[in-house]
T-cell receptor, first 124, second 106 residues
């Protein structure tokens, strides 16, 4: 069974940093592109970042470019999101998600398995 | 950035009725569109990819169509468990999601 478990969400102050983690099981992690997607309370889904199976290719939404860094450790079956210079607008539930197919299948960048999310919120 | 606009924002229908949801892209995305269903308190679930392919385990009452800039998701006969929020997503240029359509019970 595919499982994705996010952690690291917290109550933070604007300007601070936070590192989210996603630990996966049930599939060959290093065959899949992985993604972070967030959802502010009552709002739509927003793509945050993606990383290729080998970590060589990454992409970011304009809203987080230069502040967030995605990475992965294939030996640990783990995905990360380093978030710096956090802003109140970054308040959201952060999901990690895996690609529909392995990198050699050509049906990437559709998200077929998701974690339950980790919450990032702000204190004044 | 490719913008996806979904309409209507809310669709009020009764069980057994047909639902048609629309997603329009700000530029051509070929057929690189997916649809997701999200229920309160749950993560999204992939329904359709490449505009018209059903994901594994998805009921045949869900169908997708379209290419270029205009796409639609049709639910042929609404079941009680289908009342939810639906999002489209493109993968032509990284990823973006639409704003969602809520299908509610009339």
């Amino acid at each position: 069974e595919v499982q994705l478990v996010e952690s690291g969400g917290d109550l933070v102050q604007p300007g601070r940093s936070l590192r989210l983690s996603c630990t996966v099981s049930g599939f060959t992690f290093d065959d899949y592109t992985m993604h972070w997607v967030r959802q502010a309370p009552g709002e739509a889904l927003e793509w945050v970042s993606s990383i290729s199976w080998n970590g060589y290719s990454t992409g970011y939404a304009d809203s987080v470019k230069g502040r967030f860094t995605i990475s992965r450790d294939n030996a640990k079956n783990s995905l990360y999101l380093q978030m710096n210079s956090l802003r109140a607008v970054d308040t959201a539930l952060y999901y990690c998600a895996k690609d529909l197919g392995p990198f050699y299948d050509g049906i990437g960048y559709y998200l077929d398995s998701w974690g339950q999310g980790t919450l990032v919120s702000f204190s004044s | 950035e490719i913008v996806l606009t979904q309409s209507p924002a809310t669709l009020s229908l009764s069980p057994g009725e047909r639902a048609t949801l629309s997603c329009r892209a700000s530029q051509s995305v070929s057929n690189y569109v997916a649809w997701y269903q999200q229920k309160p308190g749950q993560a999204p679930r992939l329904l359709i990819y490449d505009a018209s392919n059903r994901a594994t385990g998805i009921s045949a009452r869900f169908s997708g169509s379209g290419s270029g800039t205009d796409f639609s998701l049709t639910i042929s006969s609404l079941e009680p468990e289908d009342f939810a929020v639906y999002y489209c997503q493109q993968r032509s240029n990284w990823l973006t999601f639409g704003g969602g359509t809520k299908v509610e019970i009339k």
